[in-house]
């Protein structure tokens, strides 16, 4: 089975703070992709990735950024956190143009 | 962009009952699965189903998708089976996937 690991299972950070998001995958999937829940609001896109140093935004990208330099890691980058981006944030993978979709376990983010 | 509606919103049963929850979708598909997200938050895949039937345990799904529904049956629920249940499509030329707004199930023991 496709296994997508993500680093944190909770954090809490301080209003202001660097963030980074670690998502890995361990299937060589092409796509990847961090997207936000938050309650009434479902599953939203941030940023996805379809190679190593691609990428491209999603429905929400403002206050995030991204990085894949190896196909196995997308990292999430939140430059100053603020309170808004409480959340939980899910990482997924996928193989080709319609392969079916991995999620990690989720990091809930508390930004205080 | 395509629409995927699903139904009902919440349902709540008791332990041993079935249920069947419902898909439908605007546009053809090339892709749709069925996950279930756990009180934890994690979201499970459970199928891989554009089209056809497909059967896992006390789960099963069926997609139509030349009328552009799919369908989820639980049988004999139990109480692990509580969480919310989405959907979600790829249809056209893109890979991401739409997702519904999924259904909130509560199975009491």
């Known amino acids: 089975d496709v296994k997508v690991t993500q680093s944190s299972r909770y954090l809490v950070k301080r209003t202001g703070e660097k963030v980074f998001l670690e998502c890995v995958q361990d299937?060589?999937?092409?796509?990847m992709f961090w997207y936000r829940q938050d309650p009434g609001l479902g599953l939203r896109l941030i940023y996805f990735s379809y190679d190593v140093k691609m990428k491209e935004k999603g429905d929400i990208p403002e206050g995030y950024s991204v990085s894949r330099e190896k196909k196995e890691r997308f990292s999430l980058i939140l430059e100053s956190a603020s309170t808004n981006q409480t959340s939980m944030y899910l990482c997924?993978?996928?193989?080709?143009?319609?392969?079916?979709?991995?999620f990690g376990s989720g990091t809930r983010l508390t930004v205080v | 962009g395509i629409q995927v509606e699903q139904s009902p919103p919440d349902l709540i049963l008791q332990e041993g009952a079935n249920s069947t929850l419902r898909c439908n979708f605007s546009d053809s598909v090339n892709n749709l699965q069925w996950f279930h997200q756990n009180p934890w938050g994690q979201l499970i895949n459970l199928f891989y189903?554009?089209?056809g039937t497909k059967q896992n345990g006390r789960l099963s799904a069926t997609t139509v998708a030349t009328e552009r529904y799919s369908l989820l049956y639980i049988s004999s629920s139990q109480t692990t089976d509580s969480g919310v249940y989405f959907c979600a499509v790829i249809s056209g030329g893109s890979y991401i996937p739409t997702f519904g707004r999924g259904t909130s199930l509560i199975v009491h023991p």
């Open positions: 997924a993978s996928s193989f080709g143009g319609y392969g079916g979709y991995t």
């Open positions: 189903i554009p089209s």
């Open positions: 299937m060589d999937h092409e796509n």
